[in-house]
């Protein structure tokens, strides 16, 4: 693979004669498909924009993983199809509906209906020391829910963070919001880098950062 | 979501901090795809852990799993993982969204205000626009056009202005029951989709939620909205009603009139069972549809056979009596 910073089992492929991120498994959002590759689009993931701006993520393909936020499943989806076990934590019924589709499919995709906000709420299911925390709850507070969820996080682990400014404060400017947020994190996690993804995915902040 | 279903063990092990699969039994469940009885059993035992139980933190819950003989392996663990969580899931979502059928049941009511106060309000303006503007349709289309005059004095101000909230609230009507049309069918797929979102929200409104309608016999279900005609009945001064609001569904108003009986008898028969698949399932069931097209047509082809009805259909509490609309 040309690209050193992509974990196995995610490639660029070429799908609809265009070169994309591509996971293998079953596809779960309309997704143009080829050869059992599935394009990841970056313009419907925040992770997948993360790998797409070529972000550090330390995710090597195999892993156990934290996601927080997982909706219906469009990203948790490709990230059960490179990781090892895979918590899939969603508040609203409705999405969790659909991730228990696509959950269906991948055998070490955990799906469950709780609140990131309330860690002790799923600490008797998620097991300790998992390699990554990817979080996208676009609500406010997300910080918060970062900090709250480092205990699962083992010390090497990286957290890849998903900040939308506008779910924060939507008059405040995007950077005055990040800084705070960064701030709020520092004081659980070392910020190891941090990109805009407005090419995908306006006024978000994307955070690599792994526990102090 | 209340911890009645995780009973005293499961609470106790949680406050213990233990894992979510503590206290369980360990020699069922098999992540294998012979589901006994038992196998389901401990896999609800342990969804309602997954759903109910709490840690003050996490924990290497695998290999304590393997430790405490819950699994021999990993692997087994996750596959005992999976079934729980997603049965978990599945029941908390479907828990979560049958509660919307209050939504439901405040929308519809609000639907009827909005249509009973839109068309008294209407007349008025009419009424009234009649003797300030020439020829006037009636209803809310009579409404529509007074709305749509430039006022010139205060009175015609007063009356045009009063045909607006009539439109106002015709609008409104039209509104709500678009909002029926989008949740109905998570409330109730099957019921839906056999009495479309409007009737489905009636029947669940007259019961008073999906819960107590699928626990109602199909014979009440077949008279729900025709309380009155069956009081009249029940104290000896009317015929037994064949039908309530199911009238509204093509099946018994499309049916000719010395059909309607039956017709309506399997029609509430199927939606009967469609409520308690919504309720207790939530999951399509594609075999109930399939039924009540069979059945229909089998009414309906007497029509053609020019037979008459034998009336003796499903079970049923009220008998093919007179045919009252
Ligand atoms: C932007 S969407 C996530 C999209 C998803 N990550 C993807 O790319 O496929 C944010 C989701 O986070 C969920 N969410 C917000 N706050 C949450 C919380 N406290 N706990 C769990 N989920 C939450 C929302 O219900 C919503 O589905």
Not at chain 1, 2 to 28: C, H, Q
Not at chain 1, 163 to 170: L, Q
Request: net charge negative; aromatic share 4%.
């Amino acid at each position: 693979m040309s690209d050193a910073a992509l974990p196995d089992g995610v490639e660029r492929r070429e799908i609809d004669g265009t070169r994309r991120l591509a996971t293998r498994g079953e596809p779960v959002y309309g997704e143009p498909t080829a050869d059992g590759w599935r394009a990841w689009n970056p313009e419907r993931s925040k992770l997948g924009g993360m790998l797409e701006l070529g972000l550090e993520t330390g995710l090597t393909g195999g892993e156990t993983v934290l996601y927080l936020g997982a909706a219906s499943g469009t990203t948790v989806s490709h990230v059960a199809d490179f990781a090892g076990p895979t918590y899939a934590v969603e508040f609203a019924p409705r999405p969790a509906r659909d991730l228990l589709d696509a959950a269906a499919s991948r055998d070490r995709l955990f799906p469950l209906l709780k609140d990131a906000r309330k860690p002790e709420t799923y600490a008797h299911v998620v097991e300790t020391d998992v390699d990554a925390i990817v979080q996208d709850v676009a609500t406010r507070g997300q910080s918060d829910v970062a900090v709250r969820n480092a205990e699962f996080l083992a010390d090497d682990g990286r957290l890849l963070l998903a900040i939308k400014a506008r779910s924060e404060d939507v008059t405040a400017d995007p950077e005055t919001v990040f800084e705070g947020a960064l701030d709020r994190l520092r004081e659980t996690y070392e910020i190891l880098e941090t990109r805009r993804l407005d090419r995908y995915h306006e006024d978000h902040l994307g955070v690599v950062a792994t526990p102090r | 979501m209340s911890d009645t279903d995780a009973g005293p063990d499961a609470n106790a092990a949680s406050d213990g901090g233990g894992g979510w699969f503590e206290a369980l039994p360990s020699d069922a469940a098999d992540g294998n795809d012979i589901e006994t009885e038992s196998d389901d059993d401990a896999t609800a035992a342990a969804a309602a852990r997954i759903r109910d139980g709490t840690a003050p933190a996490p924990d290497d819950w695998p290999a304590r799993a393997v430790e405490s003989g819950f699994v021999d392996d990993a692997d087994e663990y996750y596959d005992r993982l999976k079934a729980a969580t997603t049965r978990a899931t599945r029941d908390a979502v479907r828990e979560r969204e049958r509660a919307d059928d209050a939504q439901l049941i405040h929308a519809v009511r609000a639907m009827d205000d909005c249509e009973r106060v839109a068309n008294e309000l209407a007349e008025r303006a009419v009424e009234w626009g009649g003797s300030l503007f020439d020829e006037v349709d009636p209803g809310i289309e009579g409404a529509r056009e007074i709305a749509a005059r430039e006022p010139e004095s205060e009175v015609e101000r007063r009356a045009i202005s009063l045909a607006e909230r009539a439109v106002e609230l015709d609008g409104e009507r039209a509104a709500l029951a678009e909002t029926i049309g989008r949740i109905a069918p998570a409330v109730a797929p099957n019921l839906t989709e056999m009495a479309e979102s409007e009737l489905a929200a009636r029947l669940i409104a007259l019961a008073g939620g999906l819960d107590p309608l699928a626990k109602k016999p199909s014979g009440t279900v077949q008279v729900l909205g025709a309380e009155d005609a069956l009081f009249a009945h029940l104290s000896g001064r009317a015929p037994s009603p064949k039908h309530g609001i199911i009238y509204t569904h093509e099946f018994v108003r499309g049916t000719r009139p010395e059909d309607r009986g039956s017709a309506a008898r399997a029609l509430a028969g199927k939606l009967t069972l469609a409520a308690r698949a919504d309720h207790y399932a939530g999951e399509r069931r594609e075999r109930l549809h399939a039924d009540l097209r069979e059945r229909m047509a089998t009414i309906r082809a007497r029509a053609d056979d020019g037979g008459t009805s034998d009336g003796a259909d499903d079970e049923a509490t009220t008998d093919g009596g007179t045919d009252d609309e």
